[in-house]
Nanobody, 126 residues
Framework: QVQLVESGGGLVQAGGSLRLSCAASGLTFSSYAMGWFRQAPGKEREFVAGISWRGGITRYVDSVKGRFTISRDNVKNTVYLQMNSLESEDTAVYYC???????????????????WGQGTQVTVSS
């Protein structure tokens, strides 16, 4: 049984930082591109960041470039999202996602993902 378990969310002031973690089990982690999506109230789920299954290649939505960094540890089967200079617009539920061996870094549409975590709330106060 595949499980993706997120942690690290919380309440932070604007300009602050958080690091999200997603621990994966039940799958061959190194065969999956890993990514983060987010969903704010009343909005569709959107791609935030992805990292290739071979590692080393990343992709970000424009609004977080230079502020967020995605990384993975294939020994710990964990993917991370370091979020700096947080803004109120970053407030959302953040979801970890896994996509099996995409041809490029990672798709950005939710329906292409194979597995999802349960989500973790990030709230940025202004």
């Amino acid at each position: 049984q595949v499980q993706l378990v997120e942690s690290g969310g919380g309440l932070v002031q604007a300009g602050g930082s958080l690091r999200l973690s997603c621990a994966a089990s039940g799958l061959t982690f190194s065969s999956y591109a890993m990514g983060w999506f987010r969903q704010a109230p009343g909005k569709e789920r959107e791609f935030v960041a992805g990292i290739s299954w071979r590692g080393g290649i990343t992709r970000y939505v424009d609004s977080v470039k230079g502020r967020f960094t995605i990384s993975r540890d294939n020994v710990k089967n964990t993917v991370y999202l370091q979020m700096n200079s947080l803004e109120s617009e970053d407030t959302a539920v953040y979801y970890c996602a896994a996509e099996y061996k995409p041809l490029f870094v990672m798709h950005t549409t939710p329906d292409r993902m194979n597995y999802w975590g349960q989500g973790t709330q990030v709230t940025v106060s202004s």
